[in-house]
C-alpha cells in the first residue's frame, strides 16, 4: 500500500480510503434494503432495475476503496494523502494523461459491477 501519489495508480491515502469504505458500505446498506423490499412484495423485473442507482453507490466506494484511487480526483488532475480535503495539483501532463485514464477505466469497472449486480437482481425469481 502506497502512501504517496503515483500517476495513474493511487492518488488518495488512508483518509481518502477509509471515506470512500464508508460509502461503498452506505451503497451496500441501500442495496440491501431494497433488496429485502423487492422480496418482501415480489416486485417486478422492471421495478427491481430501481437497484442500479444504490449498487453504482456501493460499486464507486468500493472499486475506489482497493484500487486507492479516487476517479473525481484523477479526472481533475488532484491527489491527498493529508487530511481530508486538502488536496494538491498534478503538475505533470503525462501523469495527469495516466491519471485520467484510470479514472475512465475505474468508471467503466464501477458500472459494469453495477450492471452485473443489476442483472442477477432483475434475474431473480421472485413471484
Not at 442507482?53 to 460499486?59: I, M, Y
Not at 475506489?64 to 484523477?74: D, E, H, I, P, V
Not at 494523502?81 to 501523469?95: E, I, N, Q
Amino acid at each position: 500500500m502506497s502512501d504517496q501519489y503515483i500517476a495513474g495508480s493511487c492518488n488518495i491515502g488512508k483518509s481518502e480510503v477509509r471515506q470512500r469504505q464508508v460509502v461503498a458500505l452506505i451503497g451496500l446498506f441501500l442495496s440491501v434494503s431494497a433488496l429485502a423490499g423487492f422480496i418482501s412484495t415480489s416486485a417486478s423485473p422492471s421495478v427491481r432495475l430501481g437497484i442500479f442507482l444504490p449498487l453504482l453507490v456501493f460499486s464507486v466506494g468500493f472499486i475506489q476503496s482497493r484500487k486507492r484511487f479516487c476517479l473525481a480526483y484523477g479526472f481533475m488532475g488532484t491527489f491527498n494523502f493529508g487530511r481530508l480535503g486538502k488536496v494538491s495539483r498534478v503538475g505533470d501532463k503525462a501523469a495527469l494523461a495516466a491519471d485520467r485514464k484510470t479514472a475512465a477505466s475505474i468508471l467503466v469497472q464501477c458500472l459494469g459491477l453495477a450492471a452485473i449486480l443489476t442483472l442477477i437482481v432483475y434475474l431473480l425469481p421472485l413471484a
